[in-house]
């Protein structure tokens, strides 16, 4: 059974910083593509990074370019998010997924999701 679990959400301050790991179980971790999306209350949910298989490419939406960053460690079978220079339009239940065949931004290629790990940013 494939189990991703994130953690690393909470409180933060605008500027702070904040680090998600997302934990993954029951499939190859290292054959897989995998990203991070976000979805704000009333909102759609949308594509934050996504990193290759081998870690050597990776993607970002333009609202994190410059203030986040994704990295993967295949002998931990993690995937993280580093978020820096948060702001209040950071707020967002976060999620980790994986995809096997594509790498992508788009959520439709991802076939496993974790359950989210909720980031609020405000002073």
């Known amino acids: 059974q494939v189990q991703l679990v994130e953690s690393g959400g909470g409180l933060v301050q605008p500027g702070g910083s904040l680090r998600l790991s997302c934990v993954g179980s029951g499939l190859t971790f290292r054959g897989y593509h995998w990203g991070w999306f976000r979805q704000a209350p009333g909102k759609e949910r949308e594509f934050t990074a996504s990193i290759n298989w081998n870690g050597r490419s990776t993607y970002y939406s333009d609202s994190a370019a410059g203030r986040f960053t994704i990295s993967r460690d295949d002998t931990e079978n993690s995937v993280y998010l580093q978020m820096n220079s948060l702001k209040p339009e950071d707020t967002a239940v976060y999620y980790c997924?994986?995809?096997?065949?594509?790498?992508?931004?788009?959520?439709?290629?991802?076939?496993?999701w974790g359950q989210g790990t909720q980031i609020t940013v405000s002073s």
């Open positions: 997924a994986a995809a096997e065949k594509v790498f992508s931004t788009l959520a439709t290629h991802y076939e496993y």
